[in-house]
C-alpha cells in the first residue's frame, strides 16, 4: 500500500486482499503476507512474502507483480548445500527482511526459517540465488568463523553499508 503525503490518502498499488501469490497487474495480482520493502528506483519495489515463500518485484508504472525468486514449497534445496540456483527453482521458508547492497545488483534476504542469509545476484541472466551466511541450523550460536560455517537463528532484519557490509538481527 501507499500513503501520498500530497492528498494524504492511502491506496492499493499491489493485491486484491487475497492471500495467494499471483502475477499479473492491479486487481488481478495477489500477495501472501508481504513483510520486507525496498525501493530499487523510482519505479520499482523488491518485497518478500512471508507466507509465499517468495521474492517478488512490483513496477509501479505498471502496477504489475511478478515474481522474481522461490515456489511455494518452504524445503531448502539440501541442508548442506552451498552452491547457488536460479531464481525460479529456489525455496525460501518465511523470508522477511531484504536489503540492496551499494550499486543495486544484489538483493540480500533474511531467510527465516531456513536460518540463513541468502543472495540474489539481480545482474545474473538468469537470477541466481546463493547462500552468504548460515548453516541451517539455529543453536548453538558460533562466533568467529566463515559467514557459511556460521549458526544463525532467525534472522529477520537485514540492512547493508556503504560498504556492502552485511548486518541482521
Given at each position: 500500500?501507499?500513503?501520498d503525503?500530497?492528498?494524504?490518502m492511502v491506496s492499493t498499488i499491489a493485491g486484491t486482499g487475497t492471500a495467494s501469490s499471483i502475477d499479473g497487474a492491479l486487481?488481478?495480482?495477489t500477495v501472501n503476507a508481504p513483510?520486507?520493502?525496498?525501493?530499487?528506483d523510482y519505479n520499482t519495489i523488491y518485497f518478500s512474502e512471508r507466507d509465499g515463500n517468495r521474492?517478488?518485484?512490483?513496477?509501479?508504472?505498471t502496477t504489475t507483480v511478478s515474481t522474481i525468486a522461490g515456489t511455494a514449497s518452504t524445503a531448502y534445496t539440501s541442508f548442506w548445500d552451498t552452491s547457488s540456483t536460479t531464481?525460479?527453482?529456489?525455496?525460501f521458508n518465511s523470508p522477511r527482511g531484504i536489503a540492496l547492497n551499494?550499486?543495486?545488483?544484489?538483493?540480500?534476504?533474511?531467510?527465516?526459517?531456513?536460518?540463513?542469509?541468502?543472495?540474489?545476484?539481480?545482474?545474473?541472466?538468469?537470477?541466481?540465488?546463493?547462500l552468504v551466511a548460515g548453516t541451517g541450523a539455529s543453536t548453538p550460536y558460533n562466533t568467529n568463523v566463515g559467514p557459511k560455517s556460521a549458526n544463525?537463528?532467525?534472522?529477520?532484519?537485514?540492512?547493508?553499508?556503504?560498504n556492502d557490509n552485511i548486518y541482521f538481527s
Open positions: 500500500r501507499k500513503i503525503p500530497l492528498t494524504n486487481g488481478t495480482s513483510f520486507g520493502i525496498v525501493l530499487y521474492i517478488r518485484k512490483l513496477v509501479l508504472s531464481a525460479s527453482t529456489a525455496t551499494s550499486y543495486k545488483s544484489k538483493l540480500y534476504v533474511a531467510d527465516t526459517l531456513n536460518n540463513r542469509i541468502r543472495m540474489l545476484d539481480l545482474s545474473a541472466s538468469p537470477i541466481t540465488v546463493s544463525i537463528a532467525l534472522p529477520v532484519g537485514i540492512a547493508i553499508d556503504s
